[in-house]
């Protein structure tokens, strides 16, 4: 009885830390970004492929306690970037895809890490360049840091930490229209 | 060991119990479009306001085999709203406070826009936990500028999912109904009799 109340509790408390492959949620655009972009951008702008640079800090999945979190958008992290740009310029009528301004980019690190009992931790960076008729006006890396509370229970801590990623990508949109270099470029 | 004994007690109901399932039901953004034949927009300019514990409010409604669902109803329904206002209005605003006379006067508000959303759900299936059927009732009330309401429009939006359609995406259903509801409510406020601009007052309308 005391083996099969061990094995029990250690098949249970397995479960509880780990979970299985999932999807992020698709961006869900932030209004106060789209507000930034009405209110300062002049000009619309198109939004060309992000390319994503392989390496450690940059994961496709992200691993959360063993759990694949896959992005929405044709499995790329770089898509999801570009796919949370492009809405959130239509939704400000910021976006026309025959415009002469290009905005593109390269995802340089992406991940989260949920493995704090307490706290889980993401980090976002990406290089954004923005062309007009070919010639570049912009060139910049751009970065984020996003934390969320997390659990010791892994289906608690598995999707505080799936919420969490359109928080990070957001954050990270918005660092980019507070930077007035950028917002220059769309005049 | 009897502390362990405890511990894997407390982890069996746990992991038993477990909680409702959580759905993410907003629409697919692409699918709020003006029709080609809509009216021109109305030259108004409206703000919305949505109270910030609305936002993180959740709601539990029935699933399949005596499952529940939980959704954030104004959280998911947001981003679509504010489309489906620009389809239909001239500017909108989002208010970061109730009737914000700072931003009314500056944004020269006419209309200000403030919606109540209710999700229901249910499911014909005994075996699996997806709603295939959701209802989303959408009310706005259209006021004035000093709060006067001047309109009250109410759309129920249903959405449909059997297994061969949520076994992909188990909020399928949530989200049809969202955006059915969004597309009613955008027929209802395009045929508004309003075409005033910064402080006109609108044509008689029934509240």
Avoid at chain 1, 125 to 136: M, P, Q, S
Avoid at chain 2, 91 to 114: E, S
Avoid at chain 2, 192 to 198: D, Q, T, Y
Wanted: aromatic residues 8%; glycine residues 6%; hydrophobic residues 40%.
């Amino acid at each position: 009885m005391k083996r099969f109340t061990c094995a029990l509790g250690a098949a249970i408390f397995a479960m509880l830390l780990t979970g299985c492959s999932t999807m992020a949620p698709q961006y869900p655009s932030s209004l106060d970004n789209v507000a930034v972009l009405k209110k300062e951008a002049g000009a619309a702008a198109k939004v060309a492929a992000f390319d994503a640079s392989p390496n450690k800090d940059n994961a496709n999945p992200i691993s959360l306690r063993g759990t694949s979190l896959n992005s929405p958008y044709q499995g790329s992290y770089a898509n999801y970037l570009s796919e949370a740009l492009k809405q959130e310029l239509s939704l400000a009528g910021k976006y026309a895809p025959d415009s002469a301004i290009e905005i593109s980019g390269t995802l340089l690190k992406n991940d989260l890490d949920a493995s704090g009992f307490s706290t889980g931790h993401g980090q976002i960076e990406a290089r954004v360049v923005v062309k007009n008729r070919g010639t570049v006006q912009y060139d910049k890396v751009k970065s984020a840091q996003y934390e969320w509370d997390s659990h010791f229970v892994g289906a608690i801590a598995i999707p505080n930490a799936t919420a969490a990623y359109p928080n990070l990508v957001s954050k990270l949109l918005a660092t980019l229209y507070a930077d007035p270099d950028f917002i220059s470029t769309l005049k | 060991m009897k502390l362990f004994k405890t511990l894997a007690l407390f982890a069996a109901a746990l992991a038993l119990t477990g909680c409702a399932h959580h759905l993410q039901i907003a629409p697919d953004l692409a699918k709020i479009e003006r029709p080609a034949e809509a009216k021109p927009k109305i030259q108004a300019n409206v703000a919305y306001y949505i109270n910030d514990n609305l936002r993180k409010e959740e709601k539990i409604t029935p699933g399949g085999g005596g499952d529940k669902v939980t959704t954030a109803p104004y959280r998911d329904l947001e981003v679509g709203f504010y489309k489906m206002l620009g389809n239909v209005f001239e500017n909108v605003t989002l208010l970061k406070t109730q009737g914000d006379g700072n931003a009314i006067a500056q944004q020269h508000i006419d209309y200000i826009i403030t919606p109540v959303v209710t999700p229901n759900s249910s499911s014909s299936s005994v075996l699996t936990w997806p709603p295939t059927h959701f209802s989303i009732d959408l009310a706005c009330d259209i006021s004035d500028a000093n709060g006067k309401l001047l309109y009250r429009k109410q759309v129920v939006g249903e959405g449909n999912a059997e297994f061969s359609e949520f076994k992909s995406d188990f909020a399928l259903s949530g989200k049809l109904a969202m955006q059915d509801a969004l597309l009613k409510m955008q027929a209802q406020l395009l045929e508004l009799p309003v075409n005033a601009k910064s402080g006109a007052a609108p044509a008689s309308g029934q509240p």
